[in-house]
């Protein structure tokens, strides 16, 4: 079975300044999806940024990027020039990979989550 | 709206009452998600579905948790003879493929946040 281990349950950051939310994972899987959603205390959870594990180039979006490290099966988020508005729970997920879609239903598989706060 | 939206956003029951939470996909959606999330458990996958069918339900809690899907698109979870354990919120996704994959985005609902006395 697969797990998502997020060890920050709680972080701050300043304005403006940059913040590192960890992610480890344990799958014997070789292909498989990782992502990172933010949900807000409005509840809907908003996907962030997503990485295929059988690409090594790491994905970037705007302010956020990762860290994927397969062997080590870390994959961490990266916030620059943080704002008020990433204040929000961030949860890492896991989904398998089905070829052809046999053996995956497509569910995730979620961290814990770590709550972020962004100080003016 | 053109998202997915969940009702009621809250309820409060009893003890032992049976409650119904219900999930409308966005339109054209074939595959549609239930997850639970509560303190103790974190979020947890609970059942898929692709068109009105469910490929497997062993992410049920228990039997007294059941869904369906309907005419491709509005699903039900009922919780049966609720307990103070079943407190959570339930959140609802749909995808456009079944099932979702990297290209193929889960899209959530604001969850309906379920309080049992």
């Known amino acids: 079975a697969q797990t998502v281990t997020q060890s920050q349950p709680e972080m701050s950051v300043q304005e403006a300044e940059t913040v590192t939310l960890s992610c480890t994972y344990d799958t014997s899987e070789n292909n498989y999806y990782l992502f990172w959603y933010k949900q807000p205390p409005s509840r809907q959870m908003i996907l962030v940024i997503r990485q295929e594990a059988y690409k090594q180039q790491n994905a970037t979006e705007n302010r956020f990027s990762v860290n994927f490290q397969k062997a080590a099966k870390s994959f961490s988020l990266k916030i620059s020039d943080s704002q008020l508005g990433d204040t929000a729970m961030y949860f890492c997920?896991?989904?398998?990979?089905?070829?052809?879609?046999?053996?995956?239903?497509?569910?995730?598989?979620f961290g814990k989550g770590t709550k972020l706060s962004v100080k003016p | 709206g053109a998202g997915v939206s969940q009702s009621p956003s809250n309820k409060v029951t009893e003890k032992g009452k049976d409650v119904e939470l219900r999930c409308d996909p966005i339109s054209g959606h074939t595959a549609l998600y239930w997850y639970r999330q509560s303190l103790g458990q974190g979020l947890e996958f609970l059942i898929y579905f692709q068109g009105n069918s469910a490929p497997d339900k062993s992410g049920l809690p228990s039997d007294r948790f059941s869904a369906e899907r309907t005419g491709g698109s509005v699903s039900t979870l009922t919780i049966q003879r609720t307990q103070q354990e079943d407190s959570a919120v339930y959140l609802c996704a749909s995808s456009l493929v079944a099932p979702a994959g990297f290209d193929n985005e889960q899209f959530f609902g604001p969850g309906t946040r379920l309080t049992v006395l």
């Open positions: 997920a896991f989904m398998k990979h089905g070829v052809n879609y046999g053996g995956s239903q497509g569910n995730l598989i």
